[in-house]
């Protein structure tokens, strides 16, 4: 599969100078993604830094026990664990200022067409009130039959609102459609198609927060990608995603079947350390995203560089706890070590 019109990330190769590179020994590793560092060779005014040791970047919320956000912890009351063995925090900081990046993914099956008008209104809004310009970015995808990215990373809010708008409730009876993802196959809701090709052709080479606001039931027919590998690419892409659950149960009993899709939307969430957000009436959609608004207002960055050193590709698991006291911490549940 391939999203049509998909973010183009160049890479470069920098040669830097030796004056410099005190600098960029000390800042190696900082929290933008994975970093390291090697000791540099010289040859006259010129040096090569070579990137060898891996950081683990871990976004953090708190809540005490009555679901309020806590957001004046200090880096000593954190504890982080990888498979068990504790790790020392070498990277802490609170309300971060990290740029961040949005994949907003609209579900346009048939089961949202009462429900889809007040997604988008309450979408607007909420990146009207959380992106800031010429830092955050944000791409729209809709899916249903197919998958179509709608709108590329951008910060011109004109452009999502207008991208966002223009979503469209897929019709079984035929209706205009935009371009199909080649190879999609037939079927209801690619919602498992989704998730895996914005975690590997939009959200991978981008750099910060990374966060996926899900907007669907969580009903999936006829994805060509299983869940579970959905999963592992979001994962690997250091997504976090968010659900926000606008369901219309009456749909699926008027066409003859029962309503079923939490449990994806729930482990697509808790496994990247984002949440399901329920909105059992469409009205309530505002005060959804709100919640989203605060969260991402309120997150705590832990990096970390990994006691276990070997890069076998495998999966790592990630716990975070908070002392002296009695807190739920979200965070996601682990991550995949570089194989190289």
């Given at each position: 599969?391939?999203?049509?019109?998909s973010h183009?990330?160049?890479?470069?190769?920098?040669?830097?100078?030796?004056?410099?590179?005190?600098?960029?020994l000390?800042?190696?590793?900082q929290p933008d993604?994975?970093?390291?560092?090697?000791?540099?060779s010289?040859?006259?005014?010129?040096?090569?830094?070579?990137?060898?040791?891996?950081?683990v970047?871990?976004y953090?919320i708190?809540?005490e026990?009555?679901?309020?956000?806590?957001?004046?912890l200090?880096?000593?009351?954190?504890?982080?664990f990888?498979?068990?063995?504790?790790?020392?925090?070498?990277?802490?900081?609170r309300?971060?200022?990290?740029?961040?990046t949005?994949?907003?993914?609209i579900d346009?099956?048939?089961?949202?067409?009462?429900?889809?008008?007040?997604?988008?209104q309450?979408?607007?809004?909420?990146?009207?009130?959380?992106?800031?310009?010429?830092?955050?970015?944000?791409?729209?995808?809709?899916?249903?039959t197919?998958?179509?990215?709608?709108?590329?990373?951008?910060?011109?809010?004109?452009?999502?609102?207008?991208?966002?708008?223009?979503?469209?409730?897929?019709?079984?009876?035929?209706?205009?459609?935009?371009?199909?993802?080649?190879?999609?196959?037939?079927?209801?809701?690619?919602?498992?198609?989704?998730?895996?090709?914005?975690?590997t052709?939009?959200?991978?080479?981008?750099?910060?927060?990374?966060?996926?606001?899900l907007?669907?039931?969580?009903?999936?027919?006829?994805?060509?990608?299983?869940?579970d590998r959905?999963?592992?690419a979001?994962?690997?892409a250091?997504?976090?995603?968010?659900?926000?659950?606008?369901?219309?149960?009456?749909?699926?009993?008027?066409?003859?079947?029962?309503?079923a899709?939490?449990?994806?939307?729930?482990?697509?969430?808790?496994?990247?350390?984002g949440?399901?957000?329920?909105?059992?009436?469409?009205?309530?959609?505002?005060a959804?995203?709100?919640?989203?608004?605060?969260?991402?207002?309120?997150?705590?960055?832990l990096?970390?560089?990994?006691?276990?050193?070997?890069?076998?590709?495998?999966?790592?698991?990630?716990r975070?706890?908070?002392?002296?006291?009695?807190?739920?911490?979200?965070?996601?549940?682990g991550?995949?070590?570089?194989?190289?």
């Amino acid at each position: 599969m391939k999203l049509v019109g998909s973010h183009r990330i160049a890479t470069f190769v920098a040669v830097i100078p030796a004056a410099l590179l005190g600098v960029l020994l000390l800042y190696a590793g900082q929290p933008d993604g994975i970093a390291g560092q090697q000791a540099p060779s010289t040859a006259g005014d010129v040096a090569t830094l070579k990137v060898t040791t891996e950081v683990v970047n871990v976004y953090s919320i708190v809540r005490e026990k009555k679901g309020r956000l806590i957001a004046d912890l200090k880096e000593d009351d954190f504890q982080l664990f990888e498979d068990g063995a504790p790790q020392t925090i070498r990277y802490f900081s609170r309300e971060t200022d990290t740029p961040l990046t949005i994949g907003m993914l609209i579900d346009t099956s048939p089961s949202q067409v009462r429900v889809l008008g007040v997604e988008q209104q309450e979408a607007d809004r909420f990146l009207r009130q959380v992106m800031r310009p010429q830092k955050d970015l944000t791409c729209v995808i809709q899916f249903d039959t197919e998958v179509e990215l709608i709108q590329d990373f951008t910060d011109n809010l004109s452009y999502l609102t207008r991208a966002i708008d223009s979503t469209v409730v897929h019709s079984p009876a035929g209706g205009p459609l935009p371009a199909p993802v080649p190879g999609s196959s037939v079927g209801g809701t690619h919602l498992y198609d989704a998730v895996y090709l914005a975690a590997t052709q939009m959200m991978k080479g981008q750099v910060g927060r990374k966060v996926i606001i899900l907007l669907s039931d969580g009903v999936d027919q006829g994805s060509t990608i299983e869940r579970d590998r959905a999963v592992e690419a979001a994962q690997k892409a250091d997504l976090i995603i968010y659900s926000v659950d606008v369901s219309d149960p009456s749909f699926y009993w008027g066409h003859g079947g029962g309503f079923a899709g939490g449990s994806s939307l729930k482990r697509f969430s808790e496994e990247t350390g984002g949440r399901v957000i329920h909105v059992d009436r469409p009205e309530k959609t505002a005060a959804a995203f709100q919640e989203l608004a605060d969260e991402l207002r309120t997150q705590y960055l832990l990096g970390y560089s990994p006691t276990n050193t070997r890069r076998d590709g495998s999966f790592r698991k990630i716990r975070v706890n908070v002392r002296g006291g009695s807190y739920k911490v979200q965070a996601r549940n682990g991550y995949y070590a570089s194989s190289r």
